[in-house]
Every structure is written in C-alpha cells, then in structure tokens.
C-alpha cells in the first residue's frame, strides 16, 4: 500500500508540475523543481545490473559551492523538462574546469585509471558532486588542514598500496615528520602532499615536469623556504644543480623526504651528533666524487680521526662537526671569498668556538691526510713523526719481545728439567691429530672474521684480500674436516684410539665430580674429588668439539655449495646455515680462550704451560695429583721410571 500510495503522490507532483510548466510556458527548471523527487531517499535506478541511488541531500546541496554558485540544470544542460525518461548525460567536472580536467589527465592517477587500476578521481577527493565544498571552507577534504587525511585514505592503507606494488611508509613517515605534526597541531603554513606533489598534475619523480623531480626540488622547498633556497643556489652544491650535475645533492638529500626532522630532534639526521656520519658521509666519505669530479674522499673518516671527530665521537655536544666549519646551506669551495673555509675568514670561522684565535692557529689542517702538500710544514712534521715513531715501536718493542721471549724460554725449559721423572700423556700420533686441529683452527678463526667484518682492522692486518683469505679459509676447512674424518678411523681402528674413546665416555661420577670440586674449591668441602685418565672438564670440552667440528663443516659446506643446497632445498637453508656457522665460531673461540687455554696456559698446577701438546709428556707426580685413579697410566709410568 505504501508503494502503491508512494507512485500515486509522485503521479500527482509530477502532473501538477507538468501543468504548471505547460501553464507558464518552458520556463528554466529550479532546484526545487528536481529536489520534488530527488530528495527523496529511497530513489534509485539500474544501470547496468547496479542499483544507483539518485538521492541528493537538500542540505548539503545548499552549503556546497556548486549549490550556492549554479542550478541543477547549469550543470545537466541535457534536462529540459521534469519528466525525463531518458537518463540525463553524465556530468563532467572538465565542462567548467577544464585546465583542472586537463592537468589531471596528464598525471599519474589519471593514468592509473587509463590503465584500468583503481585510482584517485575528482569525487575522491573533493567530495561528491553535489556535496563539493570551496577549498577554503575547513570540512572541505581539500581544505590545506586535511589534505593529509584525505591523501591518506588511500596512501596510507598499507594493504591498499601494496597490492598496486607501492608502500605506505611515505605516509606514515610524513606523519611522524616535522611538517605531518605541525599541520596536525593546525598550522595552515606547513608543506601538505599537495604542496610538493602538486593538486591535479600529480607526477611521478623520474618526470622532468614534477616539482619532486630531482632538480626541482630546490624550486619546490623555496615555495616556503625562500631564503634558504636563495642561500643553496649559490652554494657549490645549488651550482652543481644548475649545470645538471645530479650527483650533488638537493634539500631532500640531506633532509629527507617524507620522514624530515626538526634538526634540534635527535633521531634528525641533521642533529649535530648525527650530521657527520647521517649526511656529509654519504658523499664525501666515498671514491665516487673522488673519480668523477676529483673531490677528495674520506674527509668523514679524516675528521673523525681530528680533536674534534673524537670529541664529537666522546659525546661531546659542543664538539664542531662538518657544518661549524662549512656551513649549513652555503657551502662554498674555499678558493671562494664568500666560504667560510676561505682562509681570510678562517679566524672568525674557527673563532666561534675558539675566541681571540689568530690566523697563525688556523694554519693547521683538519684533514690531515688529505691535505698534506710539499709547501705544507706543518703535515710533513706530523707526517715524519708518524714515521719515526712506527719506526721506533717496531724496534724498541721488538727488542722488548726478544729480550723476554729468550729470558722466558730458559726459565720454562729449567723448569720442566727440574720436574722429572715424566711419563706419556700423549702419543706422537695423538699430538700431530692435535696440532693440525689447532692449526686449521687458528686460520679458520682468523680468516673467519676478517670475511665477516672485511673493514675492520683485524682484516687490515693480515694484508690481503678477499680473494686470497677465501681460499685459505676453505683450505683450512677442508684440513679441519679430513683430521676430523681421519680421527673418527683411529678411534674405530686403533687400540690407543679406542681405548681413548672408552676413557672419555661420559658417566654418572662426572657429573658428581663436577659439584664436588666447586664444592671442594669454594672452601664447601675438604677432600678433592679423584679423577681416571681424563676429568669431566677434559670430556666436556673433548665432546663440544666433536660436536662443534661437525656441525660447522656441514654448515660451511653448505654456504661454500650454496647454489646447490638452494636449488635442492630452498635458499633460507643458506641463511640458517650461515648464521650457525658464524655464531658456533663465536661460541667455540670463546670456549677456547676461556676454557681450554686455562687448562694449558692460566692453570697455576701447569704454569707456565702443560708441554703435553709438545712433547706428550707430563710429570709422573703431576699426573698423580690430578688423575689417581688412572692406574693403568700410573703402572706404566713406573716402568718408564
């Protein structure tokens, strides 16, 4: 009934309406005309398949700039008359905004659309046709408040965006970023998306045409940073701008892109502790300007090498870093009057901190090795002294070495006389097995690390390089794992072998004598534990190495065959094996230095060394002490007697 009721008011208005514009001829139609129907909620109609409502708030009609500026019909030029049978056409924003419509069609959203991927358009951004607001109106989406939330409608959805092969991050950094907060605080002056990215001509960064373009970028800042970008024009690196050199860097270089910081905000890359390093150090601190242009390199490095770089690294904030010197935006080469480096203005430059300094201080360089000239007196004396006292280190504590090494040997050979009668330890077969296990090892340690941490000194010291330290590592890792192979058949086939193997099987007692001697050496009990032939220490140190062997030669086999271990397992195999092969080195080089090098070095029973290694032999006494229930050793240690 209510549908039945609903056709017959709308039969009725319409008629009433028809007799109306037929009473007073072919009037031009009001809003209030369309409105008879159209603010009516539940209208709707079909198009292709899809129900689409034809409700227009009356409201929201009257507040938006279209309603207070036009008639329903300035826009729908097609509708002539109340009852139109025949859909009005689609209505275009280009009809009245054509260079809008024409800019848009050049950008990268107009382009998505072309290309049949869902992208921005007008009503996406402005609001629907019948609801758009002026730009100035503050609930406009457009408005300069809320242009970053109605960018980030789509930029950030990170879902969104990376299903079209993008990221959100942009979005969020700009968030956190000095100009994202101040605009959210309400300040109508801070950059908005649109500020740098355009409004309707929207291009992507490689186009020489978009105001992000590397070389716009400066134009594009000064919109609001006027001074600034006068001052960087003129600067060695705004120059290098102009005659096209895109290796110089821009204001988003330095400063960031989406993510800038206030340079008072410690995670700044701009902050004075971090400026060195974050920024200057990107360039200058590489070969590339150095083979391109001829700038120096390492200026970074040499600074931090100054009084001031190792103030600066101490935690000095006071120290000068690359900008106290240079400048900030008008960095200036220093055959430049105008630099600041220039050296008649290097007193009041070094005079900012230095007060009262004369140009008889500022002779001295700050990039020492870099800036060492023939002429230069100063950076040959401290180049000569450098020499001289290498020189000088070398020799006195090379004599220093000797003159202890041969004084040291005398003493532990006398020592060890004096300890007779001795019987064997190890056999002769026993001690090759150990020494070339101790060999390979200290290679693979070495060689090892110098890979891993290729910049550090400890590389620099074995002065060679890549090629040559990868090799030699996997020839150590092969002569590790044949002595580990080779020692699995001696204790299979030997009667020594085997009998070693039977004496190092772990049992119940170890671990009671391992409580025991805590208990015995922190003043908890008064009688030592007694050990056989080999201590719960000694067998577990004996089985972390067979574990520790194995398990970084089938995991440095793995990374040497990586592309087969990949195409035959998968590639994240690789990585889990190269994480257990570096830090299974950490673990066993540690348990060397700690563990075992105490047993035969720091161990005040041996000092200054249990020579067993050596010549395989050990004090008779000694062995007593330490292994009393060893009896079949003993025995035949009182035959050797």
């Known amino acids: 009934m209510k549908d039945i009721a609903r056709v017959f008011t709308y039969t009725v208005a319409l008629s009433l309406l028809i007799w109306a514009q037929m009473a007073h001829g072919a009037q031009k139609l009001k809003d209030a005309d369309c409105l008879a129907c159209h603010s009516d909620s539940t209208l709707t109609t079909d198009v292709n398949g899809k129900t689409l409502s034809l409700y227009v708030d ?22 002539k008359s109340l009852a139109h049978d025949t859909p009005p056409k689609k209505i275009t924003c280009g009809q009245c905004h054509a260079d809008a419509q024409a800019a848009y069609a050049r950008s990268a959203h107009a382009i998505a659309r072309r290309e049949g991927a869902a992208a921005a358009g007008c009503q996406d951004c402005h609001g629907g046709a019948h609801e758009v607001m002026a730009g100035g109106d503050s609930k406009s989406p457009v408005n300069h408040e809320n242009i970053p939330y109605t960018c980030g409608r789509c930029h950030g959805q990170k879902f969104l965006m990376e299903s079209r092969g993008q990221s959100a991050q942009p979005f969020i950094s700009y968030q956190e970023s000095v100009h994202g907060r101040a ?9 908005v998306c649109t500020d740098c990215h355009g409004a309707h001509e929207i291009l992507p960064a490689n186009d020489s045409k978009s105001p992000i373009y590397k070389f716009n970028v400066p134009a594009t800042c000064g919109k609001c940073h006027s001074d600034v970008e006068n001052t960087f024009m003129q600067s060695i690196h705004g120059q290098a701008i102009e005659r096209g050199n895109a290796q110089a860097p821009v204001c988003t270089d330095c400063h960031g892109i989406h993510s800038i ?13 971090n400026l060195s390093k974050d920024v200057c150090a990107r360039c200058h601190e590489g070969v590339r300007l150095s083979q391109e242009f001829g700038v120096p390199g390492n200026r970074v490095s040499s600074y931090f090498d100054s009084y001031h770089g190792l103030a600066a690294e101490g935690g000095s904030m006071v120290a000068a870093n690359c900008s106290s010197c240079h400048g900030v935006h008008n960095i200036l080469p220093s055959s430049d009057p105008r630099s600041t480096i220039n050296k008649a203005n290097l007193d009041a430059t070094c005079g900012q901190c230095h007060k009262g300094v004369t140009q008889k ?20 004396a401290v180049k000569w002294v450098r020499v001289i006292y290498i020189v000088l280190i070398l020799v006195v504590i090379g004599v220093m070495f000797l003159h202890n090494f041969i004084i040291w040997r005398s003493k532990a050979v006398a020592r060890r006389r004096m300890q007779n009668p001795f019987m064997v330890r190890m056999t002769e077969n026993q001690r090759w097995q150990h020494l070339i296990l101790l060999t390979s090892f200290i290679v693979l340690v070495i060689t090892g690390f110098a890979l891993k941490f290729p910049d550090t000194w400890f590389a620099h010291v074995l002065g060679m390089g890549e090629h040559w330290r990868g090799i030699i590592h996997r020839v150590a890792g092969v002569v590790l794992i044949g002595a580990g192979i080779y020692h699995v058949f001696y204790l299979a086939t030997v009667q020594e072998g085997r009998r070693l193997i039977r004496d190092l099987a772990p049992k119940p007692k170890d671990a009671f004598d391992a409580v025991y001697t805590m208990m015995y050496y922190l003043g908890l009990r008064s009688e030592k534990p007694k050990f056989a032939r080999f201590n719960y220490a000694e067998k577990a140190e004996y089985w972390a190495l067979v574990w520790g062997t194995a398990l970084m030669g089938l995991t ?33 080089t540690l348990a060397i230095v700690v563990w075992h090098f105490y047993q035969v070095f720091l161990d005040p029973d041996v000092y200054p060394m249990n020579w067993a290694w050596w010549d395989g032999k050990m004090p008779v006494e000694h062995y007593r002490h330490e292994h009393g229930l060893d009896t079949e050793t003993l025995e035949e240690g009182k035959k050797e007697e």
Request: hydrophobic share 40%.
């Open 58 to 79: 009356e409201g929201k009609l009257k507040h938006s700039i279209h309603g207070r500026l036009f008639a329903c019909v300035d826009c729908h030029t097609d509708v």
């Open 361 to 380: 201080f500022t002779q001295t360089k700050v990039h020492q090795e870099d800036g060492m000239q023939p002429h230069d007196i100063g950076s040959l």
């Open 556 to 588: 440095g086999v793995m990374i040497w065959a990586k592309v087969w271990v990949g195409d035959t397992l998968a590639r994240w195999w690789v990585d889990i094996a190269t994480a257990i092969h570096f830090y299974e080195a950490i673990l066993a």
């Open 183 to 191: 605009t959210e605080k309400g300040s109508q002056k801070a950059a």
């Open 261 to 273: 910081k206030g340079h008072a905000d410690p995670n700044s890359p701009d902050a004075e502790r």
